[in-house]
């Protein structure tokens, strides 16, 4: 279905537990992106949980603007915006890995109480490819919401190794890599009609270096700001 890759689905989604609450399957075709998830009671072996809520997304092309920050700033970048926004969150651990051919960036967010009960943890990697022909990351995201007491399950183990071993990166059309470039443009373009009208988009410093940040990847005179933190 994806343009960019294949992979196979973790099995904990193939599966139709029992008592099963909730599930879904959605793919963005514009952002070339599949979201999964699943909620209900859960067994497997000595292992149950009776709320655990699972989900994972594959996303190809984000819209997010993430993706307009380059390679040697994107780790300090997603920190810095984690420390800014209450929202998204810190990550409590950076590693940067190579998992077959992709230079990833792992972000782990650690088991920390949820505020509708029990606990969440979630898990995101950001890849750089050389097969497809596009230079934008591609990013997996995984979570896991457990009830109190639970021990929850390895999400390396369960979701991110069946995904990379299963991955099938797909060289791309220019007709299809030429779409994503336009979509890029359009969004730099609108960057900077919000940076010159005084717009902001999230949060961000008050000099406004997060905006000047994805400003400089996007090819306009900007230098490129300190952003503050240290990984």
């Not at 603007?65 to 998204?88: C, M, N, Q, W």
């Not at 071993?165 to 373009?189: A, G, P, T």
Request: contains cysteine; aromatic residues 12%.
């Amino acid at each position: 279905m994806m343009q960019r890759f294949s992979f196979d689905i973790p099995q904990i989604f193939q599966r139709a537990p029992c008592g099963v609450t909730s599930g879904g399957f959605d793919y963005d075709k514009e952002a070339d992106a599949v979201y999964i998830g699943t909620a209900g009671v859960f067994q497997s072996g000595d292992f149950e949980s009776h709320t655990a809520r699972y989900s994972m997304s594959f996303v190809s092309n984000a819209r997010r603007l993430d993706t307009l920050v380059g390679r040697e700033t994107f780790s300090k970048y997603i920190l810095a915006r984690g420390v800014h926004s209450p929202e998204l969150g810190r990550p409590d651990k950076i590693e940067k890995v190579l998992v077959g051919d992709n230079d990833c960036d792992r972000y782990s967010y650690l088991p920390h109480k949820s505020n509708v009960g029990g606990w969440v943890e979630k898990i995101e990697y950001w890849c750089w490819e050389k097969q497809s022909g596009l230079s934008i990351p591609f990013h997996v995201e995984v979570s896991q919401r457990q009830e109190q007491g639970s021990d929850g399950i390895d999400m390396e183990k369960e979701f991110i190794r069946p995904f990379f071993d299963s991955l099938v990166v797909n060289h791309m059309s220019s007709v299809e890599i030429e779409s994503v470039q336009k979509n890029r443009q359009r969004i730099c373009e609108d960057q900077k009609n919000r940076f010159d009208e005084n717009r902001m988009s999230g949060d961000d410093y008050p000099d406004r270096r997060f905006f000047r940040t994805r400003l400089h990847y996007c090819g306009y005179d900007f230098p490129l700001p300190d952003l503050g933190v240290n990984l």
